[in-house]
């Protein structure tokens, strides 16, 4: 931390222990100076709740608790703000929210991401003055939103293209790894991730590494291959549209 010019505030510091890691004794203290820290079962960094399992149930309560209240207070004004200002706000207030670090979120159940869902759902009501039993995919469509599943995987598609063209954060190039087929195939060619084996624990299994390939090598070749990230952007979003929203 002192290399990186950082500080470490130990009124702050939470010690987080995974129970899926058994080399980890779980009774461990670490000494911090004068404090003595014990361990928890959720820690805060970077503004995300990690928990003890991986399944983010504190940090998605916590985001759509703050969603929820900004667009109370959104709702107050509506009568008096356009509906392009309407849209301006919750983009600005409630979407940055939703999709602030969502590529954590990669793998997680349908019923877990659901309270997000229910505040994207809300915030297009909202923009368009509808109320809350209008069906909300012409309401998306019209706003170019993604729902949240497909937000999430948009954002772990990116990075992944960004760490095949060398362009991602160092650390992402140790969790995927490109496939080597055994012989010379065809399929070499194809910019496909190798899948690892699934083991340990459930909460393991829904971690990047397992569920980012998947969804990598689902994609149409055309897309794996772009040429470039402006490219892959463009026919990913057009692909996420079609399967999202216009298949619904």
Same mark, same amino acid.
């Given at each position: 931390?002192?290399?990186n010019?950082?500080k ?13 890691? $058994? ?15 014990? $361990? ?7 503004? %995300? ?5 991986? +399944? =983010? ?5 916590? +985001?759509?608790?703050?969603?929820? /209240? ?13 509906? &392009? ?8 207030? %409630? ?31 909202? %923009?368009?003055? &509808? ?6 995919? $012409?309401?998306f469509?019209?706003?170019?939103? /993604? ?6 995987? /948009?954002?772990a ?6 760490? /095949? ?22 399929s ?19 971690? =990047?590494?397992? +569920?980012?390939?998947?969804?990598w090598?689902?994609l $149409? ?8 990230? +402006?490219? =892959?952007?463009?026919?990913l979003?057009?692909?996420? =549209? ?7």
């Amino acid at each position: 931390m002192k290399e990186n010019h950082l500080k470490l505030n130990l009124a702050k510091s939470e010690l987080l222990v995974i129970p899926a890691c $058994p080399s980890i004794n779980h009774n461990l203290t670490v000494q911090l100076g004068s404090l003595t820290l014990m $361990p928890t079962s959720t820690a805060r960094n970077l503004g %995300v709740i990690l928990d003890d399992c991986l +399944t =983010f149930t504190d940090h998605i309560s916590a +985001t759509a608790r703050s969603c929820r /209240f900004i667009l109370y207070n959104i709702k107050k004004i509506r009568p008096y703000i356009t509906k &392009q200002a309407t849209q301006i706000l919750v983009q600005a207030l %409630v979407i940055s929210k939703l999709d602030y670090c969502n590529s954590l979120l990669s793998g997680l159940p349908a019923s877990s991401i659901k309270p997000l869902e229910m505040i994207q759902k809300a915030a297009a009501r909202l %923009v368009f003055n &509808q109320s809350k039993r209008t069906h909300v995919t $012409p309401l998306f469509i019209s706003l170019h939103w /993604f729902p949240v599943a497909a937000r999430i995987k /948009f954002k772990a598609l990116m990075l992944t293209y960004k760490t /095949f063209s060398g362009t991602a954060p160092s650390y992402l190039n140790s969790l995927l790894k490109a496939y080597v087929p055994s012989r010379n195939l065809r399929s070499i060619s194809d910019q496909r991730l190798a899948v690892p084996t699934q083991r340990g624990a459930r909460s393991l299994s829904r971690t =990047f590494t397992l +569920t980012v390939p998947q969804w990598w090598n689902a994609l $149409p070749i055309s897309i794996r291959t772009a040429e470039s990230l +402006t490219i =892959f952007k463009k026919q990913l979003k057009t692909h996420l =549209f079609h399967e999202h929203l216009t298949n619904s």
